[in-house]
């Protein structure tokens, strides 16, 4: 478990749930530096100014905002500290929804809730309980690090989570990616289906290491030691032709059976 | 972005990694107080105090103070390079399956030429059979384990965290105590009289509605600022600038 990250209170008519915020994940991976190759000295990255191409201080900064290319309204930094949300302690939760209806492209970042003992632990156990009960969760809103955040409290086991989402103007419509209509026969997709259906196997996430960090990680003590390593060219597929698809599927079939 | 092949079986499709998702918040520009010119984030050499192109940019792995193992785009290619231009699904999914916390980041896959029909074919089937293909690969020096399913006719890529990232509850879940069924009864009074269908819309940034108001005001009494051209720029028109932020403001209210 880790350190809690910030402290506030479900609330939702009259209910009111302490709780205090973990972290659900954590990643841990290789880090890179980035050097100038010709003497591996380590570069830092610093705000350049376009026109005179200079590295420019913090002091000779300013903020602006883009009206048109190349014209700013300049915007003062206490100006725009006005505009961060008033710190609340409240999740309030606004509505409730049927589970798994919310579109993975929305779901962002889990946060464990553990009750905030401090106070009492009183409707923590109601609260998983009624969640479970009726498979819903619920759609609340709060502010945490000057920033409000749009979530999904959901009970899982006999905890709960808070699930951060996404602003619906910050997910890409499917529609301005303009894919184009293209007819597939009945056959294709009769085959398609039963060769999924073939392949198809419980999600097991622990079956997946991360096998690549540990030969990266390989690779260094390699050349660490100052060994001459070997390069692979990547493997390239050959894509599956219009026609020869419906082949393709067919042979993908006979395999998986 | 990445482009590559996205493979099933016996099947092959070229497709290209797009955005899913993009800031949503009001960005600002940093500029140069002095001139007004926007500022770039540049690597910068601290020795010659020069900018480095990135070309001349190289990784590196920390083994003590000051000195790397510098690592080449080839040979980061090289550690797994089965998997570096191919998305290989290795099996299928049911997505209900898979618990959100999981999730990480999602892009599209849009086909590239020639890819128009399998990649067409996959996404149906996808949508059929409301399953998602499960594939590693690796961008630069991150190795991925991806859900591939289907959105609305797109292919969408969702990363996923290892499960050895994802932490354990422990110590989260209070004592097993009482549970006042009661309570729970009136609980789910109230969540029965606040269902509702899930419509991300309704919530707008708080802040941003701000950030717009505060931008508005200004405009009407603070003239804007120029920054010097860096190439030749045609000359435009005067501009009328309340409409031109009025029609930012439009665009951003319509996108919601």
Known sequence: MSGTIWKGYIHFKDTAVPVKLHAAVKEERIQFHLLHRRDHVRLHQQMICAYEKIPVPPEAQAKGFE??????????????????????????????????????????RVYYLEPDTDLHTEGYNELVGALQELAVEGICTWTMRKRSYIGALQASGRILRLNTLRYADEVISVKSLELQEIPVSERELKIGCDLINQLTAPFQPQKFENEHQKRLQKLIDKKARGEKVVLLRPRLLQPTASDKLLQALEASLKKAA | MWSGTISFSLVAIPVQLVKAVKPGRISFRTLHSKDYSPLARRMFCPKQEKIVP??????????????????????????????SRTIEIVEFIDMKEVDPIYYDHPYYLVPLKGGEKAYRLLAEVLRRTNRAGLARFVLAEREYLVAVKST?????????????????????????????????????????????????????????????????????????????????????????LVAALEKIMHDVKKSR
């Not at chain 1, 014209?71 to 589970?99: C, G, N, W």
């Not at chain 2, 590196?60 to 090289?78: A, K, Q, V």
């Open chain 2, 152 to 240: 609305e006719g797109a292919l969408t890529l969702i990363t996923l965290h290892y499960s050895e990232e994802v932490l354990t509850a422990d110590g989260i879940a209070p004592k097993e105590g009482k549970v006042a069924a009661k309570e729970i009864k009136r609980m789910e009074k109230s969540i029965k009289s606040m269902m509702a269908g899930f419509d991300p819309g309704k919530y707008a940034d708080e802040r941003r509605e701000k950030v717009m108001n505060l931008l508005k005001h200004k405009m009407k009494e603070q003239a804007l600022v120029e920054a010097p051209a860096v190439e030749e720029e045609e000359g435009e028109g005067p501009p009328d």
């Open chain 2, 54 to 83: 990135p070309d001349e940019i190289v990784r590196g792995y920390e083994i003590g103070p000051d000195r790397y193992i510098p690592i080449t785009d080839e040979e980061l290619e090289s550690v797994s390079p089965e998997r």
């Open chain 1, 67 to 108: 009206v048109e290319e190349g014209k700013y309204i300049i915007v003062d930094p206490e100006e725009l500290e006005q505009t961060t949300p008033e710190s609340s302690r409240m999740i309030a939760v606004h509505e409730f929804v049927k589970t798994k209806q919310i579109d993975p492209i929305f779901l962002d």
